[in-house]
């Protein structure tokens, strides 16, 4: 079965710290791999995205992410962390070159940032 | 990134109306658009796929006569709840992609309340 798994439900960090958050992916195609980041009440907001090619892949706000196919991996990284990422973070699978299939989603991990 | 805008962005409704919520795609072709919903502090689940001109096939367990999809251009598709329940209380978030896109576009989310 296709399934996107976030085993961190809620990670608190110290800011300035580095942060890493796990996603492991189930999919019998070819995937397309992302990374969304959603304020409280907002819509989503794409980080970053893995399509081909190097599999370490540089987002927005500092973020970046890598690819491992053996391990079923795409986790997020960032070197150091802002108060002001605190928010829900979401990886989600879609298949490649197929336009008119929707993503799947893990379930979600909320970052929290302590001072 | 190509733009997709969601009006309104939080509706409050009556028990037993219905709310339309419009999802534009303002500046490419939306061969396909997604809708989803997300519960609180809960991951985006599927409830539909619209193709332009086409009926929208929709999830196990999500009511069709409930939730109705229109997608009749392309760059317009619509979600109309009839008869809210409170139950129907939720976070609704559209996604749009063309036929040359490899990623879907998300817009901002509506934020239904039924009283």
């Known amino acids: 079965a296709q399934s996107v798994t976030q085993p961190d439900i809620h990670i608190t960090v110290s800011e300035g710290a580095s942060l890493e958050l796990r996603c492991n992916y189930s999919?019998?195609?070819?995937?397309?791999l992302f990374w969304y980041v959603q304020s409280p009440g907002q819509g989503l907001q794409l980080l970053l995205k893995?399509?081909?090619?190097?599999?370490l892949v540089q987002g927005i706000k500092g973020f970046e992410a890598e690819f491992k196919r053996s391990q079923s991996s795409f986790n997020l990284r960032k070197p150091s962390v802002h108060w002001s990422d605190a928010a829900e973070y979401f990886c989600?699978?879609?298949?490649?070159?197929?336009?008119?299939?929707?993503?799947?989603f893990g379930k979600g991990t909320t970052l929290s940032v302590s001072s | 990134g190509a733009v997709v805008s969601q009006h309104p962005s939080r509706v409050i409704c009556k028990s037993g109306t219905s709310v339309k919520i419009e999802c534009r795609s303002l500046?490419?072709?939306?061969?396909?658009m997604f809708w989803y919903r997300q519960f609180p502090k809960q991951s985006l689940m599927l409830m539909a796929t619209?193709?332009?001109?086409?009926?929208?096939?929709?999830e196990q367990g999500v009511e069709k006569d409930k939730f109705l999809i229109n997608h009749a251009s392309l760059t317009l598709s619509t979600l109309t709840v009839t008869s809210a329940h409170p139950e129907d209380s939720s976070f609704y978030i559209c996604?749009?992609?063309?036929?040359?896109?490899?990623?879907?576009?998300f817009g901002q989310g509506t934020r239904l309340t039924v009283v």
């Open positions: 999919y019998g195609a070819t995937p397309y």
């Open positions: 996604s749009a992609r063309g036929q040359t896109n490899t990623e879907a576009f």
């Open positions: 619209s193709n332009e001109g086409s009926k929208a096939t929709y």
């Open positions: 500046d490419f072709q939306a061969t396909t």
């Open positions: 893995y399509f081909s090619g190097d599999t």
């Open positions: 989600a699978v879609g298949p490649a070159n197929q336009a008119g299939t929707a993503l799947i």
